[in-house]
């Protein structure tokens, strides 16, 4: 309201703003499925992306194999959280914790930002499977089911990619 208050004081908008308001709650309310997200929030509080499971979301990406096999694992359990929950990385648990322990929560968000803005072709292919891999998060959240759950095509990921112009 402080960003938004004055502008729209001064333009007269604030019965539009309400009634936009009013009609996204309404489609969200009558939305079915609706998606118990508190639900997801609280089942994920303690849930942890084990090393085994980032290095297989990793694996075959070329560039990302170290970040799989030494890299921060807090930076996977931020983005798989972020799309769980469609909510930002930001408020993840694996961030707010460090946040509030003063332990460099900026490496976690700077490395996630990169992952999510740099167009580089294994950022995209590792968002990709992220991805996947939160819905199936997302499924087991929503199913009361245990969070352990296998990558969706992990299959396909254990080798490298082909080279389009070689086929190899």
């Known amino acids: ?9 001064q333009a007269g908008l604030w019965p539009a703003f309400d009634q936009a308001v009013d009609d996204v709650a309404n489609m969200l309310d009558e939305q079915e499925p609706r998606v118990d997200y508190a639900r997801r929030r609280r089942t994920m509080a303690t849930w942890r992306l084990s090393r085994g499971t980032w290095v297989e979301l990793c694996a075959g990406i070329p560039g990302l194999e170290q ?6 694992l807090n930076v996977g359990e931020a983005l798989i959280w972020s799309r769980v929950n469609e909510a930002s990385y930001l408020h993840s648990p694996a ?7 003063s ?34 998060i997302a499924r087991a959240c929503d199913e009361g089911r245990d969070l352990v759950v296998p990558i969706p095509g992990a299959a396909r990921f254990s080798s490298p990619p082909t080279n389009r112009r070689t086929g190899t």
């Open 1 to 9: 309201m402080n960003v938004l208050g004055q502008p729209l004081e």
């Open 95 to 101: 961030v707010t914790v460090h946040r509030s322990a």
């Open 103 to 136: 332990t460099a929560p900026d490496r976690i968000t700077c490395t996630a930002g990169h992952i999510i803005r740099r167009p580089r072709q294994s950022y995209t292919a590792l968002s990709q499977r992220l991805e996947c891999y939160a819905a199936s």
């Open 67 to 72: 970040q799989g096999a030494s890299g921060d």
